[in-house]
């Protein structure tokens, strides 16, 4: 089992929907919880990053975490087709602050 | 705002060769991530240095070594390379702390390795 699991996708959504992208951790001491946006031969882009449990709003993005459930959310709303790209789910473990664990991502495609 | 400068941005090199990735951190940053991306893959963490010390090893070979260097840049070092060392070599780099936005990962460009 990966310690962060992500539906690979792609998901497809249409211009102004809301992108909703899941994300799964085995280690139940995670303590801290990031997405990132990647395009296609680029650096990964820090989008949110959230500690707590709940939800965390940032423009049209929402981070939600449960950390009962081991799951870590994003929802994009208002998707635009400059959305489309591959997202990460990246863990860190209070085990070790010193290394972020990241999922194999979920490519999302906003249709115009 | 500095950002996380990598070099070189593209190398290519023949098997069993030897090739040194640079990396220069954000002013500040005390911990500085080696990452490794093949195609269609995820980043897979090779390893990191706290305050110029490794501070965490992931799934680096024997055959890289990296450290970290007093003006707290980094090198990665890799040697006799294989086809399957082709990949896009990301560094990245954080502040540690307790405050909002600390532990966050700030990625360079990266360094795309192709090997021959």
């Known amino acids: 089992q990966k310690e962060v699991e992500q539906n690979s996708g792609p998901l497809s959504v249409p211009e102004g929907a809301i992108a909703s992208l899941n994300c799964t951790y085995s280690d139940r001491g995670s303590q801290s919880f990031f997405w990132y946006r990647q395009y296609s031969g680029k650096s990964p882009e820090l989008i949110m990053f959230i500690y707590s449990n709940g939800d965390k709003e940032d423009g049209r993005f929402t981070a939600q975490l449960n950390k009962a459930s081991q799951y870590v959310s994003l929802l994009i709303r208002d998707s635009q087709p400059s959305d489309s790209a591959t997202y990460l789910c990246?863990?860190?473990?209070?085990?070790?602050?010193?290394?972020?664990?990241f999922g194999s991502g979920t490519r999302l495609l906003v249709r115009p | 705002a500095a950002g996380v400068i990598q070099s070189p941005r593209h190398l290519i090199k023949e098997k069993r060769e030897t090739a040194t990735l640079k990396c220069y951190p954000i002013p500040r940053h005390d911990t500085v991530y080696w990452y490794q991306q093949g195609p269609g893959q995820d980043p897979q963490f090779l390893i990191s240095?706290?305050?110029?010390?490794?501070?965490d090893k992931g799934s680096i070979p024997d055959r890289f070594s990296a450290q970290q260097f007093s003006d707290y840049h980094s090198e990665l070092n890799m040697s006799s390379l294989e086809l399957g060392d082709s990949a896009l070599y990301f560094c990245?780099?954080?502040?540690?702390?307790?405050?909002?936005?600390?532990?966050?990962?700030?990625f360079g460009a990266g360094s795309r390795l192709t090997v021959l």
């Open positions: 990246a863990v860190k473990s209070k085990d070790s602050s010193y290394k972020l664990i």
């Open positions: 990245a780099s954080s502040l540690q702390g307790q405050s909002s936005g600390a532990n966050v990962l700030t």
């Open positions: 240095f706290y305050e110029k010390m490794q501070s």
